[in-house]
Nanobody, 116 residues
Framework: QVQLVESGGGLVQPGGSLRLSCAAS????????MGWHRQAPGKQRELVAS???????TYRDSVKGRFTISRDNAKNTMYMQMNNLEPEDTAVYYC??????????WGQGTQVTVSS
């Protein structure tokens, strides 16, 4: 089992920036990929970005060029730098860890609100 704790959410004005962090602990060996998902009110949870153990990244189209996912293996921490935030980015952001042969593990979520 992997425990995930997100941090870094908050209230920011349109055009502002936030950096989300996800600290992993527990059975962290063998994590094949980690990702950030978000869920806005009345919407389904959607993938925002992911990063594999080899460093390959993917992004949903709406955040390309604005968000950057990264990881620090020494700290067992994943990050997502979010720039040029838009009101449409408002959501609860969840950290996800994937291990081959196991169900995904999820963090508790951190609220991101983009509003003037």
């Amino acid at each position: 089992q992997v425990q995930l704790v997100e941090s870094g959410g908050g209230l920011v004005q349109p055009g502002g920036s936030l950096r989300l962090s996800c600290a992993a602990s527990g059975s962290i060996f063998g994590i094949a990929a980690m990702g950030w998902h978000r869920q806005a009110p009345g919407k389904q949870r959607e993938l925002v970005a992911s990063i594999t153990s080899g460093g390959r990244t993917t992004y949903r189209d709406s955040v390309k060029g604005r968000f950057t996912i990264s990881r620090d293996n020494a700290k067992n921490t994943m990050y997502m730098q979010m720039n040029n935030l838009e009101p449409e980015d408002t959501a609860v952001y969840y950290c996800r860890a994937t291990r081959s042969g196991f169900r995904d593990n999820w963090g508790q979520g951190t609220q991101v609100t983009v509003s003037s």
